[in-house]
């Protein structure tokens, strides 16, 4: 089984940036497909950003130019770091790994975009 643990979430004024950073249980070489998705108050959970084995990044059109994921492979964490934050960015974040045709979730964090 693999543990995802999001951080860095919090408050932000619209704008802003905030970088969030999950951390995998094991090597993201491991794993298929990592990304970030999100699920906004009323709405259904939707894709945000995914980053594959080999490098490859896609992002959902209202965030593209504005979040970016990445990954950290001294300590096995995948970042999305969002700039320029909108109200409507306001959602909890969940990491997402996908791995031997199993998908694991991490526990979601809070982002919430507001003056």
């Known amino acids: 089984q693999v543990q995802l643990v999001e951080s860095g979430g919090g408050l932000v004024q619209p704008g802003g940036s905030l970088r969030l950073s999950c951390l995998t249980s094991?090597?993201?070489?491991?794993?298929?497909?990592m990304g970030w998705y999100r699920r906004a108050p009323g709405k259904q959970r939707e894709m945000v950003a995914t980053?594959?084995?080999?490098?490859?990044?896609m992002y959902a059109d209202s965030v593209k130019g504005r979040f970016t994921i990445s990954r950290n492979i001294a300590n096995d964490t995948v970042h999305l770091q969002m700039n320029t934050l909108k109200p409507e960015d306001t959602a909890v974040y969940f990491c997402?790994?996908?791995?031997?045709?199993?998908?694991?979730w991490g526990k979601g964090i809070l982002v919430t975009v507001s003056s």
């Open positions: 980053i594959s084995k080999g490098g490859t990044t």
């Open positions: 094991e090597s993201i070489f491991n794993i298929y497909i």
């Open positions: 997402h790994a996908f791995k031997s045709w199993l998908n694991h």
